[in-house]
């Protein structure tokens, strides 16, 4: 019998006519993104599959990443598939706190489009991120914290890929000391500020005023925090840590490497796209991941698990 994690993808992975197929197909899909249009006022599918900017804008596509992942995640269910443990990387951890039970999805969706407009206010200009590949954790933070201004580490994704964030002459100062110091590439990224930087502390204290009004609930399954990657079932936990992983480090190595120690292996990456399905494969070959973002994937995943 496999150990199960459901894993849920960041900001990023989303890309027009995500999620279309089971907006038209399950009913219970239609249901999740309607009922995610209705409480946060915005037209979910239009946003999600028509040709637009607002796709790619912080404040849109953290909603409708979140509406998407959160109506497969119900297909997987109704397909009698559960998880052990539930993670996500920064964003995805609202999926994953879902599938926990301890958010409502009205709550999650009211709360994941007002943490998109709060990051998108916090840093309208001025910020930057980059991707380091092939460089050590400690010969990154070592260099960020010795370059003049703002630069830190956003997310430790894989083994040779991490990303800085912060000011964006830090950045690129530290870029140019992690190239000398021998990164085989430094890649800026096309992002709309520096996220998970000491700059977005203001964004995570206007999110903890929105979670006065959250009922958090009993865990019906536990989940893996970015800020320490470590498991968390204590509902009084959650609250101060969605506040400090908005300019937090994502330690997203470290989460799975954490599930995988406390025995899962098989990896199920609910959303679009297969970024964290890629980073598996880096992190531990050993252990099974697969990708569900579209109705074919659906149905590979539940044959392969045995599932009616």
Known sequence: ?????????????????????????????????????????????????????????????????????????????????ISKVNAGLSLGEYGALVASGVISMEDAFSLVRKRGIYMQEAVPTGGAMSAVLGT?????????????????IANYNCPGQIVITGEEGAVTRAGTALKEAGARRIMPLKVSGPFHSSMLTGAGE??????????????????????????VTEPSEVKDLLIRQVSSPVRWQQCVEQM????????????????????????????????????ADLDKVTDALGAQ
Request: proline share 3%.
């Open 136 to 152: 050590e954790a400690s010969v990154i933070e070592e260099i960020c914290e010795k370059t003049e201004g703002i630069v830190s």
């Open 206 to 231: 206007k999110l903890g005023e929105a979670l006065k009004q959250v009922t958090i609930q009993e865990f019906s399954t536990p989940y893996v925090t970015n800020v320490t990657a470590e498991y």
């Open 1 to 81: 019998m496999s150990s199960i994690a459901f894993i849920f993808p960041g900001q990023g992975a989303q890309y027009v006519g995500m999620g279309q197929d089971f907006y038209e197909n399950i009913p219970v899909c239609k249901q999740v993104m309607d009922l995610a249009s209705r409480t946060v006022g915005l037209d979910i599918p239009e946003i999600c599959f028509q040709e637009k900017d607002k796709i790619n804008i912080t404040e849109y596509t953290q909603i409708a990443m979140l509406s998407v992942s959160v109506a497969i995640w119900k297909a997987l269910r109704e397909r009698g598939i």
């Open 260 to 295: 995988i120690f406390k025995g899962v292996d098989t990896f199920i990456e609910i959303g679009p796209g297969k970024t964290l399905t890629g980073f598996m494969k880096k992190i531990n070959k050993n252990v099974t991941a697969m990708n569900i973002q579209n109705l």
